[in-house]
Nanobody
Framework: QVQFVESGGGLVQPGGSLRLSCAAS????????MGWYRQAPGKQRELVAS??????NYADPVKGRFTISRDNAKNTLYLQMNNLKPEDTAVYYC?????????WGQGTQVTVSS
């Protein structure tokens, strides 16, 4: 069973940047299409970015500002977030991009505030 540990979140001012990392245990990480999700208080978890065999997709609210990437040799998924906005405030998680998700990690809190 693959397990995920997300890191890199924090408090940042509007317009700032953060780079999130997701370390996956288990050698089968590389076979999955992977995604970054976020959950804001009182809202459902949503998929914001996914990477599939090198191709990427983004939700409209983050398009042009976020970049997803992966290093299969390190079993690690990344999310570069630029020009952050207050509405990006949420707990960010990684998991499979499609199908039944694996066990969720603890997530990493991103807070965008002045």
């Amino acid at each position: 069973q693959v397990q995920f540990v997300e890191s890199g979140g924090g408090l940042v001012q509007p317009g700032g940047s953060l780079r999130l990392s997701c370390a996956a245990s288990g050698s089968i990480f590389s076979i999955y299409a992977m995604g970054w999700y976020r959950q804001a208080p009182g809202k459902q978890r949503e998929l914001v970015a996914s990477i599939i065999s090198g191709g990427t997709n983004y939700a409209d609210p983050v398009k042009g500002r976020f970049t997803i990437s992966r290093d299969n040799a390190k079993n690690t998924l990344y999310l570069q977030m630029n020009n952050l906005k207050p509405e990006d405030t949420a707990v960010y998680y990684c998991n499979k991009a499609f199908g039944v998700p694996l066990s969720w990690g603890q997530g990493t809190q991103v807070t965008v505030s002045s």
